[in-house]
């Protein structure tokens, strides 16, 4: 007699049939939610790493970056309508964004100055064209305060103790007190500001703004978001198949 050894996998229509019936009615749901899950965090990854790409001087982080995140907007996933995370291109802080992301080449303040509609004509006094540049300043009781408007920074408080024990008698800081040398208070005692001036003209020195290169956090953030979109296929698949084997399909 002789013996024929079969060797042969049967795939029973039914167990292919539950497979497709159990993706169909899941994946949307999964592939909705894992749309979400990603948009968001390429939603707080990318205003983060806005926030932080660039310092100034002092080494605090620049304000740019904060209006770089400001315009970073989400919609979510609806019914299939695919999530998005993009830079809006209409928005008022776009070119925070082309700052950051392209850098700034090194400028002339001075000539912006002289150029602009503050600028004044004094022959004795300058020469030719002059501006007055205020500058204002955060009193120290108002460091920690959460404060409308532009400082310049904020008074040391030994300082300004200096300055009020001056401004008795009438004098101001002197120059060994650097960029608030003659600091002065403008307004009443309900509402005052503290203040110092500067005159530029064509004479003047300085008043370069320095280039700053350029951070690229978009094409960063893309990567980092299209390596979490691989790891995220990768989870739903495995995710399927122990569903499948729980069930005995």
Do not use: C
Not at 1 to 14: A, G, S
Not at 42 to 63: E, I, L, P, Q, V
Not at 75 to 99: C, F, M, T
Not at 150 to 170: A, C, D, Q, R, Y
């Amino acid at each position: 007699m002789i013996y024929k050894i079969m060797r042969e996998i049967n795939i029973p229509p039914e167990a292919l049939k539950k497979i497709f019936e159990k993706i169909t009615k899941v994946l949307p749901h999964v592939i909705e939610n894992a749309e979400n899950y990603i948009a968001d965090q390429a939603y707080g990854m990318w205003r983060d790493m806005a926030k932080t790409a660039m310092r100034n001087k002092s080494g605090s982080f620049s304000k740019w970056g904060e209006r770089y995140a400001d315009a970073i907007k989400i919609e979510l996933s609806k019914s299939g309508s695919g999530a998005r995370v993009y830079a809006d291109e209409d928005d008022g802080n776009k070119r925070y964004i082309d700052l950051i992301e392209n850098g700034v080449k090194a400028w002339s303040i001075k000539e912006a100055l002289l150029a602009g509609k503050a600028a004044k004509r004094n022959e004795m006094l300058y020469g030719t064209v002059f501006v007055r540049v205020p500058f204002r300043w955060r009193t120290p009781e108002k460091a920690e305060a959460s404060t409308k408007g532009k400082f310049t920074g904020t008074l040391p408080k030994e300082v300004f103790e200096e300055f009020k024990s001056l401004n008795k008698i009438g004098k101001r800081l002197g120059a060994e007190f650097g960029r608030m040398a003659g600091l002065t208070k403008l307004g009443g005692p309900l509402h005052s500001q503290y203040m110092t001036f500067r005159t530029v003209s064509e004479k003047s020195t300085g008043w370069l703004y320095p280039s700053k290169s350029g951070v690229p956090v978009f094409e960063t953030v893309k990567k980092k978001i299209e390596a979490m979109i691989e790891d995220a296929i990768e989870r739903i698949i495995e995710g399927f198949i122990q569903d499948l084997q729980q069930e005995g399909v």
